[in-house]
């Protein structure tokens, strides 16, 4: 809750700096303004500073300026929706990428037509539309995605040769970092340890493309050091400790064997009892009315 309401402040505040660029007299000035403006809120809606959020940051401002001319809310709407587009890429499937798609774009839409609106009409009512519109843009982050670190990995754990599919021997660090990567989010290591893990992961992938043989001895000294690595980021018997717990084969066992002892013999016990009392009953019903009898007589 506390990450949502301070990226809806932080989409605002973009919104209303976006709007007083023009206060600035130089052109320069307002250009590395805006470019400044959209590479901090693009990697803000992605999750980290990458190559690819900086890079359509950097972009965003142009966009807006090509279609300012035509319509204001067009232009808005372009320019949220270039902010929301890289995180597009950290959908785990295909239907979340429909839902993440379908949400940025309503968002931006409101967000951008909300904020054309009231961008002259005093700053009090500028500043509450770009809030709105912040709130509105912060619902895209309501959609669950990868980490930027956990969609590196697997990026590059796909571009490795899987030891169990490949018919020459693949590698065993594309389980390793997928298996990283299926821990990050719950990870508490160090960002610096998941950085050394995706150079790694890069180094790896692209010996992967070269097929010459001398790069063999490389490959196997990556796999290593990314099994190690990646061991202790997620460790490999972390998913299977809880399961050894709540098992407890021996004491399961011994349970069933007690009861089954038990069992027969309260079976036997409860079968011996009528036995030993059949006799009884039946001598007693045969034999009883003689001596009645005779006595009367």
């Known amino acids: 809750m506390l990450r949502s309401t301070l990226a809806a402040v932080a989409f605002g505040a973009s919104l ?12 320069i000035a307002r250009a590395g303004a805006a470019v400044a403006i959209g590479i901090l809120v693009t990697a803000l809606a992605y999750g980290q500073a990458t190559f690819l959020s900086i890079g359509i940051g950097a972009l965003s401002p142009l966009a807006f300026s090509l279609l300012e001319r035509h319509s204001l809310g067009l ?31 309503t968002a931006s839409a409101v967000a951008g037509f909300v904020f054309a609106a ?13 809030l709105f519109a912040g709130s509105c843009l912060s619902l895209v ?14 990026t590059a ?22 298996r990283a990567a299926r821990w990050h989010r719950q990870s508490h290591a160090s960002p610096s340890q998941w950085r050394a893990l995706g150079r790694l992961a890069d180094e790896r992938a692209a010996l992967q493309r070269s097929k010459a043989d001398e ?8 796999d290593e050091r990314i099994e190690a690595l990646a061991a202790e980021l997620a460790p490999v018997d972390a998913a299977s400790s809880p399961a050894v717990v709540a098992g407890s ?11 089954a002892e038990a069992a027969p013999t309260e079976a036997a016990s409860i079968e011996a009892a009528p036995t030993e009392q059949a006799p009884t009953e039946v001598s007693s019903d045969t034999h009883a009315s003689d001596p009645v009898e005779i006595t009367v007589d």
């Open 118 to 130: 009231y961008v002259d009409a005093g700053w009090a009512a500028e500043l509450a539309s770009c």
């Open 16 to 27: 209303w700096a976006f709007a007083w660029l023009g206060a600035l007299g130089e052109p």
């Open 75 to 105: 232009a808005a709407t372009a320019l949220c929706s270039i902010w929301m587009l890289p995180r597009l890429v950290l959908a785990p499937s295909s239907r979340s990428l429909g839902l993440l798609a379908a949400l940025s774009i």
């Open 215 to 222: 790069n063999e001895s490389a490959r196997k000294e990556l």
């Open 157 to 178: 754990a796909a571009a490795i040769d899987d030891a169990a599919k490949s018919p020459k021997g693949g590698s065993p660090a594309r389980q390793a970092l997928e």
């Open 249 to 259: 084969p021996e004491p399961a066992t011994a349970e069933p064997a007690t009861t």
């Open 141 to 154: 982050g309501l959609v669950p995605v990868d980490t930027g670190v956990a969609f590196a990995l697997r």
